[in-house]
């Protein structure tokens, strides 16, 4: 299983740090950064929250693209684009 992609692949701050207590290759790092010095949240992470924007907690602190990180940040924004259009044609359904 893989994850989706998010913003935090493109971005300069991500860190990772081994996880102990994983359980499964999705867990195996803990993402870190500047912002977030303790964990990115799954807001951000998994759920795919652009941190292009303000989010609570992050010290002002957000996206910075890190060189090379076009791909990235292209597979992330088109996941999101995916997502909405999965969205709105759920909606757009009668039952």
């Known amino acids: 299983m893989r994850r989706k992609p998010n913003?935090?692949?493109?971005?300069?701050?991500?860190?990772?740090?081994?996880?102990?207590?994983?359980?499964s290759s999705l867990d195996r790092w803990i993402p870190y950064c500047d912002?977030?010095?303790?964990?990115?949240?799954?807001?951000?992470?998994?759920?795919?929250?652009?941190h292009r924007n303000p989010f609570e907690g992050d010290r002002g602190i957000r996206f910075?693209?890190?060189?090379?990180?076009?791909?990235?940040?292209?597979?992330?924004?088109?996941?999101?684009?995916?997502r909405q259009g999965a969205r709105g044609a759920d909606s757009g359904q009668s039952g």
Do not use: H, M, W
């Open 7 to 23: 913003i935090c692949d493109a971005c300069v701050r991500l860190q990772k740090r081994s996880n102990p207590g994983s359980t």
């Open 35 to 50: 912002a977030f010095p303790e964990r990115v949240p799954n807001e951000i992470y998994r759920a795919g929250f652009d």
């Open 64 to 82: 910075e693209l890190r060189p090379g990180g076009e791909r990235a940040l292209a597979a992330y924004e088109a996941s999101i684009a995916g």
